[in-house]
């Protein structure tokens, strides 16, 4: 539960007061007060540099005879991105209160406006979040509190209102993308993402569909099917359709790569850390997110969001290399790899979508190892022909604090993909891996305007990253929703 409240901050009941600061360490009026109550201790952390602002730096001070027990200040360096740096100061005082036990935390960062709020309210509750649905407890006694509730201390206002309910919006989305992500293979199947979908839809009062095999046989879907055969679990294609738009306008398609184990099938890959490939529907689990966020901030706008869910097995059954698959669109694909499969789905998808004539079609995937070769964690790979969508959908990116960087998807590629049998083949080699992958993409869909992103190396950190624990980000959630955003009127 996230609150404003007042800004005076003596008046603070809660254990723990988090203190952001700029690398100026220059205190407000209310930072000033509070700072008497400690007698002086945080100003003469400043002045001893044992506390110099700087970005992710923490300082834990012990409170004085009355208010905080305990205050902790949180560095936010040189801020240009005042959201963003407000945002990570807010996850990592979240965090901390999760480390010190302290089940309330007042937070205060000067005044913020409506953008400022919501990026304060994402950030606790980002900070805050943690997977603990399949570990035991330890008992009573050696137990923390975790933070349950935190104080915005700020002066109310019905903007800062609408700042603060756009953030819990937005960390619904988030916390619900990391939590599917997060789950194990086992229990996050397809037919889980199904339920999850379902569940958003009677939530919010939307309509969804969800075809299995046998449907997906009826139309044609060869592609997306090939890459099912080896598992017994039924794939699932899922449509989740958001009608926000007061008038009939073209939605806005958001599709995602449901893998919810890829093994590479018969084009196995190696067991070192074949367990993150549970991540592997993470841009499903960002669709659903942000359709969750969408609904919830009630965006005047038309979404649909398109999900494929299987797993990538081998098996007696399972698609193999040197088959030829007919798709939905009616190209053949040869397979020279299993473990290209992401493309293999979101082909038929991307050819399935443009019967409800979009105005444009994100798609976002776990795709390819090569992306996190040449951007690393750091930046999502963001493909298309159209260099106007390519801008609009970085700047959402930087809005939403998930940067993205653009990467060529030029003809001269298509090379890479040529097949001896087939219209194309499903892998291209090392050379341009996530520009090859994405070619394949282009080939479904003509016609419309389409851009597409490739998440594997930001949806997920295999390292702790100071503002959140190792595991899922939260991308693609914030890019989807700051896009639809942008468009809605
Ligand atoms: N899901 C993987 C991509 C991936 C790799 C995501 C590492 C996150 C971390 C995808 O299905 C895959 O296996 N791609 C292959 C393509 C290759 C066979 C052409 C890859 O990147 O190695
Ligand atoms: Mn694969
Ligand atoms: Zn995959």
Redesign the pocket.
């Known amino acids: 539960m996230i609150t404003l409240g007042s800004p005076s901050l003596t008046a603070h009941k809660a254990p723990l007061l988090a203190l952001a600061l700029g690398d100026t360490t220059e205190l407000t009026a209310e930072a000033r007060e509070l700072d008497a109550a400690l007698g002086g201790a945080i100003a003469r952390a400043s002045s001893s540099r044992d506390f110099r602002g700087a970005r992710d730096e923490t300082l834990l001070l012990s409170g004085g005879a009355s208010g905080p027990r305990m205050v902790l200040l949180v560095g936010m360096g040189a801020v240009s991105d005042r959201p963003g740096a407000l945002r990570r100061a807010a996850a990592i005082a979240a965090r901390q209160a999760n480390k010190l036990g302290a089940a309330e935390l007042t937070w205060y960062g000067g005044e913020l406006n409506e953008r400022e709020v919501e990026a304060v309210a994402l950030g606790l509750s980002a900070g805050a979040w943690d997977y603990t649905e399949t570990k035991t407890l330890p008992p009573e006694n050696e137990r923390r509190a975790q933070l349950a509730s935190a104080t915005i201390a700020v002066a109310d206002s019905p903007p800062l209102q609408r700042g603060l309910a756009n953030g819990l919006a937005l960390a619904e989305g988030h916390s619900l993308a990391r939590r599917l992500a997060m789950m194990p293979g086992n229990l996050c199947t397809p037919e889980y993402l199904a339920g999850t979908a379902g569940d958003i839809a009677a939530r919010h009062g939307l309509e969804v569909t969800v075809w299995g095999r046998t449907e997906m046989q009826e139309e044609g879907m060869g592609s997306f099917l090939a890459v099912a055969q080896g598992t017994p679990q039924d794939p699932k294609l899922i449509v989740l359709k958001y009608n926000g738009a007061k008038n009939g306008s073209a939605p806005i398609a958001l599709i995602g790569k449901g893998?919810c184990f890829?093994s590479?099938g018969i084009?196995i890959k190696p067991p070192q850390n074949m367990e993150?490939?549970k991540f592997?529907m993470c841009g499903a689990a960002g669709v659903l997110g942000a359709i969750e966020t969408i609904a919830r901030m009630k965006l005047e706008v038309n979404v649909i969001g398109i999900i494929g869910a299987t797993t990538n097995m081998p098996s007696g059954t399972a698609f193999k290399p040197g088959d030829v698959v007919r798709s939905h669109l009616g190209k053949y694909i040869e397979v020279v790899?299993t473990?290209?499969?992401?493309r293999m789905v979101l082909a038929d998808l991307l050819s399935y979508v443009q019967r409800f004539k979009p105005a444009v079609t994100i798609d976002a995937a776990?795709?390819?190892?090569?992306v996190?070769i040449a951007l690393g964690h750091i930046a999502t790979g963001v493909f298309s022909s159209d260099d106007a969508l390519v801008t609009e959908v970085i700047d959402a990116g930087k809005r939403a604090g998930e940067p993205g960087w653009p990467l060529p998807l030029w003809d001269e590629y298509k090379e890479l993909i040529k097949s001896d049998v087939a219209d194309m083949k499903n892998?291209g080699g090392r050379a341009a891996?996530s520009t090859s992958?994405a070619m394949f993409l282009k080939e479904f869909t003509e016609g419309m305007p389409w851009i597409h992103l490739d998440i594997?190396g930001t949806a997920y950190s295999e390292t702790d990253l100071v503002a959140l624990p190792k595991g899922p980000t939260g991308v693609p959630v914030g890019t989807f929703v700051e896009f639809v955003r942008g468009r809605a009127s």
Do not use: P
């Open positions: 893998l890829d590479g084009s993150l490939m592997d790899n473990d290209a499969e992401g776990t795709l390819t190892g090569a996190v892998a891996g992958a594997a």
